[in-house]
Every structure is written in C-alpha cells, then in structure tokens.
C-alpha cells in the first residue's frame, strides 16, 4: 500500500537536486573557480601543487588591493599566473637591495623568506591607472611585475579566497 503524497515528495527532492545542481554549475561557471597552484613562485606561503579557490573577477567590482593574492594572464606571454599585489594605481614602487618601498615607505613583509630575496634593484615607478604591481613571494625564480610591467586589470582573472594543500 502505498501512502499518499509519495510522488510529491519525490518530486520535491528531485526539484531540490536540479536546483542545487544549477546553481553548482552556474557558480563555477561565474563566481568561484577551483585552481591547482602551477609554480613555486609564492613558496613558502602557496606551495606548488596547492589548491585554490579563486574569486573570479567578473563576479566582483572590487579592484584588487595590496597584499591580495591575484590570478592573471601575464602581459608578456599570457601565461596563468599567481602573484601578490604589491602596489595599486597611483602608488610608487621601488626596490633597493631586494627592500620593496612604496610611496617611499619600507614595506614589512613578514612572510617573506629574506633568503628568497634577492639583491636586486627595481624603481622608481609609478603605477599607472588600471594597473597593479605584482611580485611573488619567491622572489629569486619569480617572473612578474619586475620583468614585464604592471599588470593590467583587464588581465584579471580574479583573487583568491582560500588556499589549502
């Protein structure tokens, strides 16, 4: 015998199970993002082989801010890259004996391993509108805003939330 609205409730779960799966679907398509860390350029913070969660740009009308960790295609060859926004528009960067300055401020960078940073100099630069600086926290082997410029906004692919290995 069967009992009476059965096949209502039946399809009251499969509703609820196509709804969740739409809006599972339509998240990832433009909100949230999983990624999986491709370099070792931010070690020790986000090592290589991490995974992510990436706030996607789009999805958002916040510029990204100093210290976010950004996702982008590089300006030089379009490469996917993971990057520490260093400097925002309007802010001067420079780096004297591997010390980054801006707006002439020494910037204190705790989680920076020192023996990762090399003696190099950069600056100073301006940081034009509709761009930020990027450096990655491996500072040695990273290739970023030191070799190929600011980056452009519109290269912003968006920043992450959340990193877990």
């Known amino acids: 015998m069967s009992r009476p609205g ?3 409730r039946r399809r009251l779960v499969i509703n609820a199970a196509a709804a969740l799966f739409v809006v599972l679907v339509l998240g990832r398509i433009f909100l949230l993002e999983p990624i999986t860390i491709a370099s070792d350029s931010m070690s020790p913070q ?31 060859d379009g490469t996917i890259s ?28 705790p989680d920076i391993d020192p023996k990762a940073i090399d003696a190099t100099y950069f600056g ?24 190929y410029g600011a980056v452009p906004l519109g290269n912003m692919r968006g920043r992450i939330l959340h990193v877990w290995n």
């Not at 520490?84 to 204190?108: F, H, T």
């Open 6 to 8: 059965l096949p209502r």
């Open 46 to 76: 986000v090592s290589e082989g991490a995974h992510a969660l990436l706030l996607k740009t789009h999805a958002t009308t916040t510029r990204p801010n100093t210290d976010d960790l950004v996702v982008f295609s590089a300006p030089d």
């Open 82 to 109: 993971l990057k520490r926004v260093i400097a925002v528009a309007g802010q001067e960067i420079a780096i004297i004996d591997g010390v980054v300055y801006v707006d002439g401020v020494r910037r204190l960078e």
């Open 124 to 147: 100073p630069i301006l940081v034009e509108p509709n761009t930020v600086f990027v450096l990655g926290d491996n500072r040695g082997p990273s290739i970023d805003s030191r070799d």
